[in-house]
């Protein structure tokens, strides 16, 4: 599985270390999650006021810092942690990866899918989903803390309640965008540009890890 790689859509250019690479899915997501950053800042603060009552200026403060560190850092560490993890697994028992079926396939290699999956109709929209659930999971851990240290006074239950909905909310767009951006790219191209050193860095960095742990 480390060496299982195919040429990558218009999200990743090819270099020497990605050229057989098949689709790692943080090609799609952050893209599509920096893009969308400041629409998400406004619906998770428009939850916020709505939901929890908070004032509008304090909460957008709050929400803009917890979304720079769950989006700019958390998700593509989360993403890195789980595409590791599956190259290992499948570098580690080969076979498993070869009997399994293709839908359990896709969902247990949801981070890093190998060649031809751009090629069909559902494995990226159901590794996408798979994939949105773990980031899920960390948004609403990084950004509960983060508003919890700048609005210490919000009730720990009340925060939770936003925290849940307001990502589920920008989850749910961030999935119609992201799938959006994989059926008709051509309005995504110039941020994939901006952030292709990102996304090849991250993916370059999984693959010499792996193969670091794979060597001892």
């Not at 890093?112 to 751009?118: M, S």
């Not at 992201?178 to 993916?203: D, H, Q, R, Y």
Request: glycine share 6%; charged share 10%.
């Amino acid at each position: 599985m480390l060496h299982v790689v195919a040429p990558l859509p218009f999200f990743l250019w090819p270099s020497p270390v990605l050229a057989n690479a098949g689709l790692p899915m943080v090609a799609l997501f952050l893209p599509s999650a920096w893009l969308t950053l400041i629409p998400i800042i406004f619906i998770e603060s428009l939850y916020g006021v709505w939901r929890v009552g908070t004032a509008p200026r304090r909460t957008g403060v709050a929400v803009t810092g917890a979304n720079c560190v769950s989006t700019l850092v958390g998700l593509p560490a989360t993403w890195a942690a789980l595409a590791l993890a599956e190259l290992l697994l499948f570098a580690r028992l080969p076979d498993f990866g070869i009997e399994l079926p293709l839908v359990p396939l896709t969902i247990i290699g949801a981070a890093w899918l190998g060649p031809g999956a751009e090629q069909s109709p559902w494995m990226v929209p159901l590794a996408a989903t798979v994939l949105a659930i773990p980031f899920y999971l960390m948004s609403v851990l990084a950004e509960y803390f983060v508003v919890k240290r700048l609005m210490p006074d919000l009730p720990s239950r009340a925060l939770r309640s936003w925290m849940l909905g307001a990502n589920a909310a920008s989850y749910s767009f961030l999935l119609v965008v992201m799938l959006s951006g994989w059926m008709w790219p051509w309005p995504f191209e110039n941020m994939a540009k901006a952030i292709f050193p990102v996304t090849s860095w991250l993916v370059e960095s999984v693959l010499r890890l792996a193969t670091a742990f794979q060597s001892q």
